[in-house]
């Protein structure tokens, strides 16, 4: 499978309890949208009833053959407001024209299978609820078949079903409305046989997505499009530099602005509350605010990096340490060491982070887009002195996560729940987007110090790693579950301590720096900045023994054939054996994360220093499949995401306060300087892989290593400047 195109209500009163629910476009193009429903979000759980048949929490049928598929993890673009449904819907043998979906809420029964939590992330949610959307929809389709069966007095097996309806032979048929009632009367096995995959006629084909309508025609709700009865706005002033403290404020001009309701002290700075953002925004302004600066108030980037360069010098914890390294470095013919820098990065949301709060004092409300939905939930009850079970969390639509809305302090959340217990009414608290940029959480800035030597026929025979950088891992409800004792973060190492390639003496070491810049998980995490830093030494060994790049890969892949079928399907559709035209240069880069196996190939030229990138060639498998369209689009979406941080992002300290703080410094590449983009997909019945962030690791390696191809200059620090780069 290969794609290629350029990118470019009325709230009821009183203590009643209230349901949030924004049912999706249906894919006949029906709408129900943003409106309350008492109760609502009950019915994914709730028993027998006339008009729905529910046999189990993941899906609904109604009289009016409507199939309501919950969704338990969070759409932010990934499509699985489409792919977890097609899994059902595929073994329901549903109508696809009547499938909806619905955002499932906070409970047990919607944990991820490996986290043991409700979340999003980790490129998680496809391969783990394959088998679990597939039993459900199979489960749901064997009571329907049963009770058909009962009505007409005859064996199940001697029915079918097909989109919506259950049949008898050629004359009796009853559609899946018609049975609800019954069905809901049958016992839901404890065993289901699931399709044959020659069978399929949803699952590996590209269905179009159930969310594009809404969001064509601007009904889709985003965390940020919630509105409540009576409800305010809130935004805050937040120290400049992280761990200063606030030691007074004067608000006597702010205060008697326009709109202004209440302007009140919380955790996280100096709240306004107001009857709008902007009036919010711009009596926050008004403010005046005297900060403790702390101990970061003279922190540098640029001294850090001096700092991590001088760590790199010595000895590490030790990741990996297979033969002998330094010996076989001592005696390789040739030799070459190289240290690779990458910054902070920030997630960069479309939507910048925002929550609203109705606290009441035996119940709380929470409207997010969340990743955590558990974690964020606990903490929110928390901070409301209330049980779990008296706070809800609705998950409205994200706009954009990349892990950001994981945050395993659940800051936004939490300082919502803080607001709104001063606000004394629904609250929404909305970050500007100078705020989310300094609002820290960042990737963490890391740096690669490698050597390496080949023998005299030009193969590797040595390999050192030493990385220096922040845990993202340390101090999370992770740690334990992904440390496991490890005197390092496996998150910092991840894609150089399972390097593919056939080096007989390979070391990594890891150490960790303490910094007080609060960092956690971003889009691919580890391995964008790992990948860049094997996939272009890897180049600079192929230099050093003379030999083409691809070449080089191949001979060191050859019992890799994962890792092959991706560079040698990238390569021939590159066309790596035909020549470009004159100054372009041709970049390659393989690498496994998340269960998936990528290549890049890119095409750049350089023009008085000016990179422009001119075609972008990826192949992933990850293995089974369900939705290529999505694939195609999360894949070339992680090319845009990875060569926009190669070409122009970082975030930068100077006395303790970021440097950048809005999109023309910390830029997103643009329509016009996008590349044309194929992607590839490799027709596999292994395992599901993971697909949202292993489009992301490849594109800087291959963008660097195309811009030596056509300069002759080495790329060893992102972003990419090449009047900071040096020839080598």
């Known amino acids: 499978m290969s794609t290629r195109r350029k990118r470019a209500a009325t709230e009821p009163t009183g203590m009643e309890r209230r349901e949030f629910i924004k049912m999706s476009v ?122 058909a069966a009962q009505q007409w007095n005859v064996d199940a097996t001697v029915c079918r079903t097909e989109s919506g309806t259950v049949f008898n032979g050629s004359t009796r048929k009853l559609t899946y409305g018609q049975l609800v009632g019954a069905a809901a009367k049958q016992t839901p096995p404890s065993q289901v046989q699931l399709k044959d995959p020659k069978t399929f006629k949803l699952i590996g084909k590209p269905i179009k997505r159930l969310d594009t309508p809404e969001k064509l025609n601007g009904s889709a709700v985003f965390g940020i499009d919630v509105k409540l009865p ?242 993202i891992m340390a101090g999370t409800p992770f740690e334990g579950m992904m440390m496991k004792g490890k005197e390092y973060d496996p998150a910092s190492v991840e894609g150089v301590d399972d390097l593919p390639y056939a080096i007989p003496n390979l070391r990594v070491e890891s150490h960790r720096a303490d910094i007080n810049v609060p960092v956690q998980w971003l889009r691919s995490v580890g391995h964008s900045h790992t990948a860049f830093a094997t996939e272009c030494f890897i180049d600079e060994l192929a230099g050093l023994a003379g030999k083409d790049p691809y070449q080089f890969r191949r001979e060191l892949l050859s019992k890799q054939p994962r890792h092959l079928g991706v560079l040698d399907l990238a390569a021939q559709k590159a066309r790596w054996d035909k020549p470009l035209p004159k100054g372009v240069g041709r970049g390659i880069a393989v690498h496994f994360a998340f269960g998936s196996y990528a290549a890049n190939v890119a095409e750049v030229s350089v023009t008085d220093g000016k990179v422009r990138l001119h075609r972008i060639v990826c192949a992933i498998d990850c293995g089974q499949y369900v939705n290529p369209g999505i694939i195609a689009a999360q894949t070339e979406g992680g090319a845009i995401f990875g060569a926009s941080a190669a070409l122009f992002q970082e975030l930068t300290f100077e006395n303790g306060r970021l440097q950048q703080t809005n999109f023309h410094t910390f830029p997103v590449m643009r329509m016009n300087e996008c590349p044309e983009i194929e992607t590839h997909i490799v027709e596999s019945t292994e395992k599901s892989g993971g697909v949202g962030e292993p489009g992301v690791p490849c594109a800087a390696p291959a963008i660097a290593n195309a811009i030596f191809a056509v300069t002759g200059r080495r790329i060893r620090r992102l972003p990419i400047r090449l009047a900071e780069t040096e020839a080598v």
């Open 26 to 147: 249906t894919a006949s193009g029906g709408l129900l949208l943003g409106f309350y429903v008492p109760g609502a979000a009950k019915l994914a759980s709730s028993g027998p009833s006339a008009n729905v048949f529910v046999p189990n929490a993941f899906v609904r049928i109604g009289t009016d053959e409507r199939v309501t598929v919950i969704v338990n993890h969070s759409e932010m673009g990934q499509g699985v407001y489409t792919s977890l449904p097609m899994l059902l819907a595929e073994e329901l043998d549903a109508d696809w024209t009547k499938v909806s979906f619905e955002s499932a809420p906070v409970d047990p029964k919607y944990n991820h299978p490996a986290f043991g939590m409700q979340m999003t992330g980790g490129s998680s949610s496809v391969w783990s609820g394959l088998e679990q959307f597939r039993q459900a929809g199979a489960a749901a389709r064997a009571m329907l078949l049963a009770a």
């Open 230 to 471: 009576g409800m305010v706005t809130a935004v805050i002033a937040r120290p400049p530099i992280f761990g200063a403290t606030m030691k007074s404020f004067d608000d006597s001009r702010a205060r008697s602005m326009p709109g202004v309701r209440k302007i009140v002290a919380v955790p996280a700075g100096v709240a306004v509350i107001a009857d709008s953002f902007w009036q919010a925004k711009m009596a926050r302004e008004a403010l005046r605010v005297d900060w403790d600066e702390g101990s970061m108030r003279a922190f540098s980037t640029t001294q850090m990096m001096e700092e991590f360069r001088g760590r790199a010098k010595s000895p590490g914890k030790t990741v990996r340490n297979d033969g002998d390294a330094a010996s076989a470095l001592a005696n390789a013919a040739k030799k070459i060491e190289a240290v690779y820098e990458v910054p902070y990065l920030s997630h960069l949301m479309m939507e910048p982070l925002n929550c609203t709060v109705d606290l009441r004092p035996d119940s709380c409300e929470v409207w997010t887009g969340s990743q955590f939905q558990t974690i964020d939930r606990a903490n929110a009850a928390k901070v409301a002195g209330l049980p779990n079970e008296k706070v809800q969390l609705h998950t409205t639509l994200l706009g954009g996560g990349f892990g950001r809305r994981a945050n395993p302090q659940s800051d936004f959340v939490v300082e919502a729940v803080h607001v709104a217990k001063a606000a004394g009414a629904p609250v929404k608290v909305i970050w500007t987007r100078e705020d989310d940029m300094a609002g820290g959480w960042y990737r963490p800035a890391f740096l690669h110090a490698i050597e390496g030597g080949v023998d005299a026929t030009g193969n590797p025979v040595s390999w050192s790693s030493r990385l220096v950088g922040q845990s």
